[in-house]
């Protein structure tokens, strides 16, 4: 990206953060287009290696925009027409290493509007097979099994002969 478009799309997000404190007062005063839009985010929760999809109406029809997802680490992506009238949409792939909790994420638009919402990141799940270097959790060894269960009855039959014969010696006496 070129220095000057960088300049102005820093501009444009800090004037979304801050719009976000006078966006009451246009709306009283009847002005809409003045404050911030809504950036709608679907999924609005998702997990690392999640694809995010984001539209919004403040471009305008046929606008163009470039978003910010700087805040999950995703960096910056574009924003296109849709096929519904006047929605820009674009989309972007969360990043393994997203920091769970709430994130901004904002648009610039080509008309100078711009727009912002909130996407949440939660941990991913753990899955697949648990490698501690001890044993194992895929399932049973059949030959382990065998040989264990083969020493248990061993001490059991040793142990009741041992028994038996301790009994049977106590009575001799």
Same mark, same amino acid.
């Given at each position: 990206?070129?220095?000057?478009?960088?300049?102005?799309?820093?501009?444009?997000?800090?004037?979304?953060?801050?719009?976000?404190?006078?966006?009451?007062?246009?709306?009283?005063?009847? #002005?809409?287009?003045?404050?911030?839009?809504?950036?709608? *985010?679907?999924? &609005?929760?998702? &997990?690392?290696?999640?694809?995010?999809?984001? #539209?919004?109406?403040?471009?305008? $029809?046929?606008?163009?925009?470039?978003?910010?997802? #700087?805040?999950?680490?995703?960096?910056?992506?574009?924003?296109?027409?849709?096929?519904? $009238?006047?929605?820009?949409?674009?989309?972007?792939?969360?990043?393994?290493?997203?920091?769970?909790?709430?994130?901004?994420?904002?648009?610039?638009?080509? #008309?100078?509007?711009?727009?912002?919402?909130?996407?949440?990141? $939660?941990?991913?799940?753990?899955?697949?097979?648990?490698?501690?270097?001890?044993?194992? &959790? *895929?399932?049973?060894?059949?030959?382990?099994?065998?040989?264990?269960?083969?020493?248990?009855?061993?001490?059991?039959?040793?142990?009741?002969?041992?028994?038996?014969?301790?009994? &049977?010696?106590?009575?001799?006496?």
């Amino acid at each position: 990206m070129r220095p000057t478009a960088r300049l102005l799309t820093g501009t444009a997000l800090t004037v979304v953060a801050l719009g976000a404190f006078a966006a009451p007062t246009a709306y009283a005063n009847g #002005n809409e287009n003045d404050g911030p839009h809504t950036l709608e *985010i679907y999924p &609005s929760t998702a &997990s690392p290696g999640t694809t995010v999809t984001v #539209n919004t109406l403040a471009c305008g $029809k046929n606008g163009h925009g470039v978003g910010d997802a #700087n805040s999950v680490g995703a960096g910056e992506f574009q924003l296109s027409p849709s096929t519904h $009238k006047e929605v820009v949409v674009g989309q972007f792939t969360l990043p393994q290493h997203a920091r769970p909790g709430t994130h901004w994420i904002a648009v610039a638009c080509d #008309n100078g509007r711009t727009a912002r919402g909130e996407l949440t990141v $939660k941990h991913r799940e753990p899955s697949g097979h648990v490698k501690t270097g001890v044993g194992g &959790s *895929i399932g049973p060894d059949t030959a382990q099994v065998t040989a264990g269960a083969a020493v248990l009855a061993a001490a059991a039959v040793g142990g009741v002969w041992l028994m038996r014969r301790r009994a &049977s010696g106590a009575q001799g006496h």
